[in-house]
């Protein structure tokens, strides 16, 4: 490993990159701007979507909202005037309208535990153990006489948009009915802001909207989080290498940034390796730190193939093969017609792909391009079409879907022949995590 610029001696003990889950407040970085949209958002008292991926910050960023008084004084809120509730809607084993009730009202009451005059109506509620909407309409009530409002964190709000055993569709139209009309009727609204996340945008999940009906989730402003900037890696970090004397960080950047993609979660794991190498020497050559980066996000890079459509997989096939050129065959060089043109009629998915932070867009001279995000990801997609089946090639129905004319289609077939022919090259890893070898 090339340690030769950096300081050896009195190496700190505590690895600065955090993995395995949403980071604490005091290791939260960037996402100024999505701070901001949610403190503006509850200093109106409404409600705030945020959709994300795994891995890009959905939990950590609620976190640092309920837990950090800073970026509240710095936008002129007062922290103290917040009761603030943190739930975690998955933990509601199963899902029911009571069972979230229940849990957001006994949360409150260790919240409000010093507020005497609260208390007694937060015990009558829970003890009634209905919460219909006129106890709720009261306690937000009693919350604004006390010069406070509830604001309401909730994480993973995609587990209230599913029925279940125990809660039916119509069950759960009520639910999200009064949830709305609880946010956004009455002058107990101004007691109530509510920033909820979810993977995928609520209007795509839910119970079917009824026609001559109101959208029961149209009182949210939707915000989806987007992939770290190079300008925010950068500041990062500068501030982890002032302060864990890790000059060479700072030279790995834009690798880090190419296997990443700027997901949050992605650069945390190469960060947590890269460092542990450094710092232990448990991992000496570029092999292994691919094999293992791989390894630590499989589930990551899973979930975004699996929770793709059969449309969107076509595409990232697509999108894969038409930039596998010099990687297969170094002495040949493959190329594809019109590749924009055919992108370019995809927008929809591309968008939602976009979204779902697989893939990255470039706008350049009014010409637009997709890329994907993450390498490691463009090489998972390479990775599940040469286990296809032992065939490497794009099925009769991804064809029809991609518009390909007849030429583009015999290129198609010669650049997934030679992958299959060369795969053994094309699997390796090590080719897709681009300089990082000179680390080692």
Known sequence: MNTENAPIPNRPQINPFYVGGAVSPDKFSGRRSDINTALDVIRNRLCLAIQGSSGMGKSSLLQYIASSQEPWKNRGLDYSQALIVF??????????????????????Q????????????????????????????????????????????????DAALYPNASYTEDEMRSFLSNFRSLATHGEEKDYLSVIVTSPKRLSEMGPK???????????????????????????????????????????????????????????????????????DKDIKTVLDFAIEFERANRPYFRA???????????????????????????????????????LSQKDRELRELEERSILRRYDNDEKISYEFASSIMEWWVVKELENSQNQPELAERELIFLNLSSKQVEQMKTITKQVWQYKDTAQSVIGWVGKLGGFF
């Open 304 to 342: 975004a193939w699996n929770q793709s459509t059969d449309d969107e997989k076509s595409l990232l096939k697509f999108l894969a093969l038409s930039r596998l050129e010099g990687r297969v065959n170094r002495k040949r060089k493959y190329t594809l017609d019109n590749v924009d043109t055919i």
């Open 87 to 108: 739930i975690n809607c998955w933990e509601i084993t199963p899902f029911t309208a009571i069972g979230f009730w229940e849990l957001v009202l006994s949360s409150l």
């Open 110 to 157: 260790q919240k409000a535990k010093d507020n005497l005059a609260l208390q007694p109506v937060l015990e009558q509620t829970l003890g009634a153990g209905t919460y219909n909407i006129h106890q709720l309409r009261f306690l937000l009530s009693e919350i604004g006489k006390s010069k406070k409002f509830l604001l309401l964190l909730l994480d993973d709000f």
């Open 209 to 279: 909207i009824e026609q001559g009906t109101s959208p029961w989730n149209n009182h949210y402003t939707y915000r989806y989080l987007k992939l770290f900037r190079d300008e925010e890696v950068s500041r990062w970090f500068q501030d982890l290498a002032q302060k864990f004397s890790i000059g060479w960080l700072l030279n790995l950047q834009a690798e880090i940034q190419k296997i990443s993609g700027g997901n949050p979660a992605l650069i945390q794991n190469a960060g947590f390796l890269l460092y542990r190498a450094w710092q």
